[in-house]
């Protein structure tokens, strides 16, 4: 007999707060690096407004060159947070310009000045808004929590929570006021994704390359794209075709060759018949078994039953050398996961036959339209890539997929292996 529905929600109610609680974390943190930029960019702002209004007298042009570069820095430090944080935020210079007259012919001329101008703009504002916002809730909700433990100890008075504005004198107050940072809390928790997500969007707006630019680079980029990912297809064809060609077709031919040898045999020499069938059954079940690995090569059934997670846990239990796993992706296209699936095998073979390794971490997270895959042992290192090694089949199916691949492997160790793919948001 089950128990009330209160008692079976209670885990569930635990674990979604217990979630709340991790996605706010991290969007608490993001928060409080991007009031530190807004910061700078509200100062920035101020320089650039004198700036402009001594360029009137004729002595803010020669400030330009120093102003604009200070721009362009504080604009790069959120490109690099927004990068962090998952958005792909790429860097449009080409060169810094230099002296007055190519800075005002930059600002002029240049939609990527004018796009951080207006950004320098927007974002001391909306950042520096959403930045105190989110400190005032966490630090108002840890005073307050706190407070029970030391207002007592100050002079009668001087206990005080919410900037000063509100005192506690008595203990009744005290346990109150507890309470009431409990709210802060949980409103800094419930508020953070909310309030990250607007404090990002003037750079989500004005930091990426306009669209008018050239975009010769990035059509080069998407070109070489396409040619791995038809490279990679194309080897992936002629790997399955020399499994079935030297593996299942020859032990097919074995089983022909056998049995018409039995069925000439049966006339004349019925127990030679029967020896030489027992060999077809063989040779049957080993093409069988051959045939089998290789549908398994193409989309494993383990990834297609029990997901991502459930795929890459029946490889760590698999590795020869002992393996951890963490797991914090959402799904992704099956051809995403098929890719960090053989991402994942390839890497945990080479630490197996080449590392000398005791122990291996293998991390898969997600950070907005990127998921991460890290795989690293605690091997001798001087690993190097080259072509027909397993990094190099890595990098094929990564380039494949847009993504990237970066390999750490001094020597003595550890050796890292990081591949970066782009699965939609």
């Known amino acids: 007999?089950?128990?009330?529905?209160?008692?079976?929600?209670?885990?569930?109610?635990?674990?979604?707060?217990?979630?709340?609680v991790r996605r706010a974390l991290p969007a608490v943190k993001w928060l409080m690096v991007g009031f530190g930029i807004a910061l700078l960019a509200l100062g920035t702002l101020v320089v650039v407004v004198l700036t402009v209004v001594l360029c009137i007298v004729g002595v803010g042009i020669l400030l330009l060159p120093v102003v604009f570069g200070l721009m362009r820095k504080v604009a790069e430090l959120e490109r690099r947070r927004l990068?962090?944080?998952?958005?792909?935020?790429?860097?449009?210079?080409?060169?810094?310009?230099?002296?007055?007259?190519?800075?005002?012919?930059?600002?002029?001329?240049?939609?990527?000045?004018?796009?951080?101008?207006?950004?320098?703009?927007?974002?001391?504002?909306?950042?520096?808004?959403?930045?105190l916002i989110a400190l005032q809730l966490v630090v108002n909700g840890v005073q307050s929590v706190t407070l029970p433990a030391w207002w007592w100890l100050l002079p009668s008075g001087e206990a005080t929570v919410v900037n000063g504005f509100v005192p506690v004198r008595t203990w009744p107050a005290a346990w109150m006021t507890s309470v009431m940072g409990i709210v802060w809390l949980a409103l800094a928790v419930a508020l953070s994704?909310?309030?990250?997500?607007?404090?990002?969007?003037?750079?989500?707006?004005?930091?990426?390359?306009?669209?008018?630019?050239?975009?010769?680079?990035?059509?080069?980029?998407?070109?070489?794209?396409?040619?791995?990912?038809?490279?990679?297809?194309?080897?992936?064809?002629?790997?399955?075709?020399r499994a079935l060609h030297d593996g299942t077709q020859n032990k097919l031919v074995s089983v022909a060759v056998l049995a018409g040898a039995a069925q000439r045999a049966l006339e004349h020499d019925p127990q030679r018949a029967a020896e030489i069938l027992e060999r077809v059954q063989t040779s049957a079940e080993s093409a069988l078994a051959e045939l089998r690995a290789v549908v398994r090569s193409i989309l494993p059934a383990v990834l297609e039953n029990d997901g991502l997670d459930g795929a890459l846990s029946a490889l760590v239990a698999q590795s020869p050398v002992p393996a951890?796993?963490?797991?914090?992706?959402?799904?992704?296209?099956?051809?995403?996961e098929t890719a960090v699936y053989f991402t994942v095998a390839e890497a945990l073979t080479n630490v197996a036959r080449h590392s000398g390794a005791t122990h291996a971490?293998?991390?898969?997270?997600?950070?907005?339209?990127?998921?991460?895959?890290?795989?690293?042992?605690?091997?001798?290192?001087?690993?190097?890539?080259?072509?027909?090694?397993?990094?190099?089949?890595?990098?094929?199916r990564a380039e494949a997929h847009d993504g990237t691949l970066t390999v750490s492997s001094p020597v003595g160790g550890p050796t890292v292996v990081e591949v970066e793919l782009p699965c939609g948001s």
Do not use: C, K
Request: hydrophobic share 45%; charged share 20%; glycine share 10%.
């Open 1 to 20: 007999m089950s128990g009330p529905p209160e008692a079976a929600d209670r885990p569930s109610l635990l674990a979604d707060g217990a979630r709340a």
């Open 83 to 131: 990068r962090a944080i998952g958005h792909a935020v790429q860097l449009p210079y080409d060169e810094r310009p230099a002296g007055p007259r190519a800075v005002w012919r930059s600002l002029r001329d240049d939609p990527t000045s004018r796009r951080d101008l207006l950004w320098l703009a927007a974002y001391a504002l909306v950042g520096f808004v959403t930045g």
């Open 193 to 241: 994704p909310f309030l990250l997500r607007a404090q990002t969007a003037p750079g989500r707006r004005w930091l990426p390359p306009d669209p008018s630019l050239d975009l010769s680079s990035r059509v080069a980029e998407l070109t070489a794209t396409r040619a791995a990912a038809l490279n990679a297809h194309a080897l992936e064809l002629r790997r399955i075709e």
């Open 324 to 336: 951890t796993l963490s797991v914090t992706a959402g799904p992704a296209p099956v051809s995403v």
């Open 361 to 396: 971490a293998v991390v898969v997270s997600r950070a907005g339209d990127r998921l991460h895959v890290g795989v690293e042992d605690d091997g001798h290192g001087g690993a190097v890539m080259h072509d027909g090694s397993g990094l190099a089949g890595i990098a094929r």
